[in-house]
C-alpha cells in the first residue's frame, strides 16, 4: 500500500527536471524547491551542489541574469531581484530572507516608480550584486544595486548593505560598517572538501 503524498512537504526539483525546464546551465547535485518561484529561467546559471529552499522567488527576466557557483545554498523566503545581474560565487550563500535588488526606484520625487509605469517616467537605476567566494549574508539583509560583497566576508542579520564591502570582513549594521576580520581557515576547509570529491 503506497502512502499518501505528505502535503507539508513539496519537495525539490533535481537537475535532470532543472535540464527540461529551459534554465541557461544546470550542474550537478543541484535542487530547487517546488515552490519556488523563478523568472527568467533562460537568463539563469547554475553551478554543482546548489540547493535554492521553499518560497524562494528569482526574477531575472529580459536582459536580466543570475549566476550561481557551486557548494551555493540559499535558505527559504529569499527574493533576488536580478533584472541588472545578479553573480553568486563558489561557496556563497543567503540566509533566510534575504532580499538582493539589482535595480531600484528612485524615491526622491523626481520620477515616477514602479513596473506599471513606462520607463521614460522613471529613474530606475541598477547594477549588478556581486558574492565573491564565501561571501554569507545573514538573515533578513538587503542589498542594494552595484555592491559587491568581497570574498570571505560575512553580513550579520537585518543588515542593509549600501555599498561594496572589503574582503575578509564581517559586517553589520544599517547601513552595514566593518566589525572585525574573519577567519581565513575556511580556506583549508575548501582545499579538503574539493580533494575529496575528487578522489571519488
Given at each position: 500500500?503506497?502512502a499518501?503524498p505528505?502535503p507539508f512537504?513539496?519537495g525539490y526539483?533535481?537537475e535532470?527536471?532543472?535540464?527540461s525546464?529551459?534554465f541557461?546551465s544546470?550542474?550537478?547535485n543541484?535542487?530547487?524547491?517546488k515552490n ?5 529561467l533562460?537568463n539563469?546559471?547554475?553551478g554543482?551542489?546548489?540547493?535554492i529552499?521553499g518560497?524562494?522567488t528569482i526574477?531575472?527576466?529580459?536582459a ?6 557551486s557548494?551555493?545554498?540559499i535558505?527559504a523566503?529569499?527574493?533576488l ?7 553568486m560565487?563558489d561557496f ?8 538582493i ?6 524615491y ?6 514602479n ?5 521614460k517616467?522613471t529613474?530606475?537605476?541598477?547594477g549588478t550584486v ?5 561571501a554569507?549574508i545573514?538573515?533578513?539583509c538587503?542589498?542594494?544595486?552595484k555592491?559587491?560583497?568581497?570574498i570571505?566576508?560575512a553580513?550579520g542579520?537585518?543588515s542593509?548593505?549600501?555599498?561594496s ?10 547601513p552595514?560598517?566593518?566589525?572585525k576580520?574573519?577567519?581565513q581557515k575556511?580556506l ?5 572538501l574539493?580533494?575529496?570529491s575528487?578522489?571519488q
Open positions: 500500500m503506497t499518501p505528505n512537504d513539496s526539483y533535481l535532470d527536471e532543472l535540464r525546464f529551459g541557461k544546470v550542474g550537478k543541484v535542487r530547487i524547491a519556488c518561484t523563478v523568472i527568467g533562460e539563469i546559471e547554475l554543482n551542489n546548489v540547493r529552499d518560497y524562494c526574477a531575472a527576466a529580459g536580466g541574469s543570475l549566476s550561481i557557483g557548494y551555493v545554498h535558505g523566503y529569499c527574493f531581484a536580478a533584472g541588472a545581474g545578479i553573480v560565487e556563497s550563500g543567503l540566509s533566510q530572507g534575504v532580499r535588488y539589482s535595480k531600484t526606484d528612485d526622491t520625487g523626481e520620477h515616477l516608480s513596473p506599471t509605469v513606462p520607463a517616467y529613474g530606475v537605476t541598477g556581486t558574492l565573491r567566494r564565501h554569507l545573514g538573515s533578513g538587503i542589498l542594494l544595486p555592491v559587491e560583497i568581497g570571505g566576508s553580513v542579520a537585518m542593509l548593505v549600501t555599498k564591502l572589503k574582503e575578509w570582513g564581517f559586517y553589520f549594521g544599517v552595514a560598517k566593518f566589525l576580520a574573519r577567519s575556511l583549508e576547509l575548501e582545499q579538503e574539493l580533494s575529496e575528487q578522489a
